[in-house]
């Protein structure tokens, strides 16, 4: 193929800066971008012979996993189009990487230094090990994307092996900062770092999740020798061919927390000034033997160009169907020791979703993260209020957001959706989870007493 234009497929369902900015890095080195998602994307078989639509020559896999309810949905998906051409990141590859405790595992096993962790199936068997992380641990699901699903936990209370319908696991916390808690970003691309930073955590956080709201600065140039070279072999070893290798520093050297294969280019970009995105696009376009102006892929990396793309399908004129959402909502929320049904109430003009702090302790939300200013009434300025992660559950789908806590039991319900949860829905004002029943016996159905 060498010497023609290279069909490059983007597989991915969303709209990413990230995705836009390899689809137009493969146009600006001269080969034809191609996106493939729900508008186009189609895979035929007639007369056993089998196409994909539209026609591509290799894939680059930008499926995100994490933050699906149906990962093996999306996995299965790559595979169908890993099978019948070439593609970065494979399925396997990212299956075993989006897991976090398949990736401390794996890694583990190959002698990277991980932190010390516990995945138990059974309540009794992770709490009875849990003394041995000392008094404060990590408490993480074991798939979870942008720091949601990530607590700093007292772990002289119990916890659960499940947060919601998700594996949870208990792993030990790597700090030697004592002003400020950073960790290392290195994004490799094949066998070359791209690019590093360090991540720091925001203030009142102790995660470093550029999405959070952490700050960064540019460490290509000054990376110690051994976190870059572990941060090579924990990408090869877990079959990548490229990601984010998220690194912190302990006392005894460098550990691997997490290798995400759909890591983000904004803040290696904002720290470094280097895109990965035509980096990517080179090889995959020389995976296939198509050429590529090494000169080009420099010069293009000096710009995130996240535009729309010329190849973006023309978008649906009709509306997508959002869920419907009643004004009072029967959930299921979760905390570090619980989880519980209870009564919410839809609030579309309260930015942030609120719980009770009864409830709040029974789920064990928390720790407390930081401090919020909530408006309230007349009070200028606003009310502190503590703020802590919870895991919401409505019919199918899950929601990790950061919800403040305050006294609601003189008012009729213990939760209150804010607009952090509601952007993905339709509010029925009519629709209400505790009149329901009363309705229902008024029309002559039996109840149970």
């Given at each position: 193929?060498?010497?023609?234009?290279?069909?490059?497929?983007?597989?991915?369902?969303?709209?990413?800066?990230?995705?836009?900015?390899?689809?137009?890095?493969?146009?600006?080195?001269?080969?034809?971008?191609?996106?493939?998602?729900?508008?186009?994307?189609?895979?035929?078989?007639?007369?056993?012979?089998?196409?994909?639509?539209?026609?591509?020559?290799?894939?680059?896999?930008?499926?995100?996993?994490?933050?699906?309810?149906?990962?093996?949905?999306?996995?299965?998906?790559?595979?169908?189009?890993?099978r019948i051409r070439p593609m970065l990141n494979e399925p396997n590859a990212v299956l075993a990487s989006i897991?976090?405790?398949?990736?401390?595992?794996?890694?583990?096993?190959?002698?990277?230094?991980?932190?010390?962790?516990?995945?138990?199936?059974?309540?009794?068997?992770?709490?009875?090990?849990?003394?041995?992380?000392?008094?404060?641990?990590?408490?993480?699901?074991?798939?979870?994307?942008?720091?949601?699903?990530?607590?700093?936990?007292?772990?002289?209370?119990?916890?659960?092996?499940?947060?919601?319908?998700?594996?949870?696991?208990?792993?030990?916390?790597?700090?030697?900062?004592?002003?400020?808690?950073?960790?290392?970003?290195?994004?490799?691309?094949g066998d070359e770092i791209v690019g590093s930073m360090y991540r720091y955590a925001p203030?009142?956080?102790?995660?470093?999740?550029?999405?959070?709201?952490?700050?960064?600065?540019?460490?290509?140039?000054?990376?110690?020798?051994?976190?870059?070279?572990?941060?090579?072999?924990?990408?090869?070893?877990?079959?990548?061919?490229?990601?984010?290798?998220?690194?912190?520093?302990?006392?005894?050297?460098?550990?691997?927390?997490?290798?995400?294969?759909?890591?983000?280019?904004?803040?290696?970009?904002?720290?470094?000034?280097?895109?990965?995105?035509?980096?990517?696009?080179?090889?995959?376009?020389?995976?296939?033997?198509?050429?590529?102006?090494?000169?080009?892929?420099?010069?293009?990396?000096?710009?995130?160009?996240?535009?729309?793309?010329?190849?973006?399908?023309?978008?649906?004129?009709?509306?997508?169907?959002?869920?419907?959402?009643?004004?009072?909502?029967?959930?299921?929320?979760?905390?570090?020791?619980?989880?519980?049904?209870?009564?919410?109430?839809?609030?579309?003009?309260?930015?942030?979703?609120?719980?009770?702090?009864?409830?709040?302790?029974?789920?064990?939300?928390?720790?407390?993260?930081?401090?919020?200013?909530?408006?309230?009434?007349?009070?200028?300025?606003?009310?502190?209020?503590?703020?802590?992660?919870?895991?919401?559950?409505?019919?199918?789908?899950?929601?990790?957001?950061?919800?403040?806590?305050?006294?609601?039991?003189?008012?009729?319900?213990?939760?209150?959706?804010?607009?952090?949860?509601?952007?993905?829905?339709?509010?029925?004002?009519?629709?209400?989870?505790?009149?329901?029943?009363?309705?229902?016996?008024?029309?002559?159905?039996?109840?149970?007493?």
């Amino acid at each position: 193929m060498s010497g023609d234009a290279v069909r490059v497929g983007v597989l991915s369902l969303h709209n990413s800066k990230e995705t836009k900015a390899i689809c137009n890095a493969v146009e600006d080195l001269g080969h034809e971008p191609v996106w493939l998602r729900e508008e186009n994307a189609a895979i035929s078989v007639e007369d056993g012979v089998v196409e994909i639509e539209p026609a591509v020559d290799v894939i680059a896999n930008r499926l995100l996993v994490s933050n699906t309810d149906q990962p093996a949905e999306l996995l299965g998906l790559a595979a169908t189009f890993e099978r019948i051409r070439p593609m970065l990141n494979e399925p396997n590859a990212v299956l075993a990487s989006i897991h976090k405790f398949a990736t401390a595992a794996t890694l583990a096993d190959w002698n990277i230094r991980v932190p010390d962790a516990l995945l138990a199936l059974s309540n009794d068997r992770l709490n009875e090990d849990r003394e041995r992380f000392g008094d404060v641990g990590v408490y993480k699901t074991a798939i979870g994307t942008h720091g949601g699903g990530t607590w700093k936990v007292d772990l002289t209370e119990r916890v659960n092996p499940k947060v919601g319908n998700r594996q949870a696991f208990l792993q030990q916390l790597i700090d030697r900062d004592d002003e400020k808690h950073r960790d290392l970003r290195v994004y490799i691309v094949g066998d070359e770092i791209v690019g590093s930073m360090y991540r720091y955590a925001p203030e009142g956080d102790w995660r470093t999740n550029v999405a959070l709201g952490g700050a960064v600065e540019d460490a290509t140039d000054d990376m110690p020798e051994e976190a870059a070279e572990t941060a090579l072999y924990a990408a090869d070893v877990m079959g990548l061919d490229y990601a984010g290798v998220d690194l912190v520093e302990g006392y005894d050297g460098w550990y691997v927390l997490e290798v995400n294969p759909t890591a983000g280019f904004k803040g290696l970009y904002e720290a470094t000034g280097t895109s990965p995105a035509p980096h990517i696009a080179k090889l995959a376009i020389e995976s296939v033997d198509g050429e590529v102006d090494d000169a080009d892929v420099e010069r293009i990396a000096a710009t995130l160009d996240d535009s729309r793309p010329s190849c973006a399908p023309v978008p649906k004129t009709r509306p997508e169907e959002q869920p419907v959402i009643g004004y009072i909502e029967e959930v299921v929320v979760t905390g570090t020791s619980g989880s519980t049904q209870s009564l919410a109430k839809s609030d579309t003009g309260a930015t942030r979703t609120s719980i009770d702090t009864q409830l709040a302790a029974e789920i064990g939300a928390g720790p407390i993260k930081s401090m919020t200013r909530v408006k309230s009434g007349s009070v200028k300025g606003g009310k502190a209020r503590p703020v802590v992660d919870l895991v919401i559950g409505i019919g199918g789908n899950q929601h990790t957001v950061t919800a403040s806590v305050e006294d609601r039991g003189h008012m009729e319900y213990p939760l209150l959706l804010g607009r952090d949860i509601l952007t993905d829905y339709q509010v029925d004002v009519r629709k209400r989870a505790d009149v329901e029943e009363a309705e229902r016996g008024e029309a002559g159905e039996i109840l149970e007493e």
